[in-house]
């Protein structure tokens, strides 16, 4: 059960609304890799509070906490393990971009692990487009998990941005699976800032090439290339992934 204490009115129909996005979803297409919604209910306590309860299915553990629990363990994910999370996602990701639904929020607390499936959750930032790819919009998302287009834009005090939504998605996950492939937040501190793809590069071979082999060095060299133009969109990556 999730429990969100709302403002106004406002507040409460664009929650309802990607609850009822996701329901529909879900139901309509039967989709594995999206958490499912069983319902919502608000009540308002007063009035200047309203608190929204929405119950989903039940997880183990939402991806960020799996991390950290690896992280203390020193248990590190095998390559197969990262390839097999990393196209569990792509294909729900990918799924929703030929439904024209951006997330615009993908981060590993956003991904919730039940019976070994990475489901994504928390739509609240999400969108649904007309079709284009390349939009004029607000920023949304997490910082430290922003493409590098939304992350200058941010910096610059900028409100709107055009880019490639799902572009920008993809490299989200690609922070998300580094910080998986490393246990360490610092790893992705160490290419936050950085314009310079060359750098990045040698960054991630210096922080994966112990554990991991150059396939998979060079997947996520392609999610988080500094350039949107040379970075896939969710369904060119997973093309690229079915034939790994």
Known sequence: MKKMILRNKIEIKKNQDQTDLVYDLVKQTNIKGVIK??????IKINSAEYHFYVLMELAEIDWEKEIKKRKQNKYYYTEGELFEILKQLTKTFAFLQRKNITHRDIKPQNVLVVNKVYKVCDFGEAKVT???DVIHQTIKGTELYMSPILFRALNKRQTHIIHNTYKSDVFSLGMCLFLAATLTFQSLYDIRELKDMQLIKNILVK????KYSYDFVHILIKMLEVSEDLRPDFIELEKILSKK
Do not use: K
């Not at 919604?37 to 608000?42: L, P, R």
């Not at 922080?207 to 112990?210: A, G, N, S, W």
């Open 37 to 42: 919604v069983y319902g919502a209910q608000c």
């Open 207 to 210: 922080y994966l090439i112990v």
């Open 130 to 132: 007309d079709g284009n």
